[in-house]
């Protein structure tokens, strides 16, 4: 890929992998121009295994054959590096600490209890895990009010770093709301700044074409389901 | 240089990560007041400042607040950008490497391994302490021919791994293992001792007969626990 100055760029990822669209946001907020080398479900490239020992896992980005990986970290030094473009991560150092806080918030506290909604083997399981996503979403929904300061995203006029952070679980965030029987994890009522950041965040040049249909990913989501089931019945 | 403005930390007595906190603030030279909470009657403070985890540590810089041990180092470096050392080196890969490492300690495997060989007996103890094994085999790997995680100066994924020279002999004296030792851990038995030979970090530690007892405690409870709900 003809890149002039930005060098050889290349993503490990798959399209459904949330924490893959964040480098893919990233780099388009930038325009840069990358090869997107993508995994096949179920199995894992000698490229991936080579470029990320420590995890083994997506995304990957390899930016002239050196390695950066975690999908948040890979976000920083995208805006690091390409400092050109517009800028993802705010420039006062207590509203980067803010950033970084959801960024970590959504990774630690909120998205492990899509996994739990979604491979929970009971309904009290999955209860409980929807309960803490509605909390989750209280949360964000105060926090945006906070931070976007009448704005349209977290970053104020332009997508910023928790934007990518939690936008790219957009589509994961539908899909759960369909296949939980119309649970409302978005509410008009409890969340009203969030859902009019989603749409907000979802027609973004930047995200547009990352961001996959939601039947798409209820789609992939129910392989994924049945695969971590037979992989739990086979240990 | 950043005006300093009044900067006050919330932390507890043993609490590992605000220890890292004392350490970067200290190493820059930066007065700050230290409030050490306790965490079973928590500070109003503590729930104004931090209300989405109520936990420590956290930064009160001129009223305002930082919370999370990592985003609170980062946070640290850029306002007292002139204060060395750097926490963070300037080359992005090598930032991005660093932010990775300390990430690993906290939220990947080895503090969560540490855990479960700690508060847990037979298979699940076993398999903690197989974990802590593949997790020490790797940052010894990272670590070989480097004086520090962050290259020949001290930086955020030393502080990060600081718990191991403390704590580790604690867990050692408690649960009657070897976790790290010279042999099997070489480059992390030298990276321990470099460490604890800076001035700022060996006064810092918690007084060792008190962790002791601490961790103990904890251990006893938690067996307790699981003894009663499986029992």
Known sequence: MANNNNGDVKLIGAWPSPFVMRSRIAFNIKSVEYEFLEEKFGSKSELLLKSNPVHKKIPVLLHNDKPICESNIIVEYIDEVWSAGPSILPSDAHDRAVARFWAAYVDEKWFPNVRGALNASSEEAKNAAVGQLKEGMALLEGAYEEISKGKDFFGGEKIGFIDIAFGSMLAWLRALQVMLGGVKLLDEEKTPGLCKWADKFSADPAVKDVLPETDKIIEFAKLLVAKNKAAAASS | ?231
């Open chain 2, 1 to 231: 240089m950043a005006d300093q403005g009044e900067v006050k930390l919330l932390k507890t007595w043993s609490s590992l990560f605000g220890l890292r906190v004392v350490w970067a603030l200290k190493l820059k030279g930066i007065p700050y007041e230290s409030v050490d909470e306790d965490l079973t009657n928590k500070s109003d403070l503590l729930l104004q400042y931090n209300p989405v985890h109520t936990k420590v540590p956290v930064l009160i810089h001129n009223g305002k607040s930082i919370c999370e041990s990592l985003v609170i180092l980062e946070y640290i470096d850029e306002t007292w950008s002139q204060n060395p050392p750097r926490l963070l080196p300037r080359d992005p890969i090598q930032r991005a490497s660093a932010r990775f490492w300390a990430k690993f300690m906290d939220e990947k495997q080895a503090l969560p391994s540490m855990w479960q060989a700690f508060t847990k007996e037979g298979r699940e103890q076993e398999e903690g302490v197989a974990s802590i094994a593949e997790n020490l085999k790797l940052l010894e790997a990272e670590l070989e021919g480097k004086k520090f995680l962050g290259g020949e100066e001290i930086g955020i994924p030393d502080f990060a791994l600081g718990w191991l020279v403390n704590l580790v002999p604690v867990f050692e004296e408690i649960l009657g293992l070897k976790i790290v030792d010279e042999e099997r851990h070489p480059s992390l038995s030298e990276w321990s001792r470099r460490i604890s030979d800076i001035p700022v970090i060996e006064e810092s530690w918690p007084p060792r007969d008190k962790l002791v007892t601490k961790w103990a405690a904890i251990r006893d409870h938690f067996l307790a626990t699981a003894r009663a709900s499986s029992g």
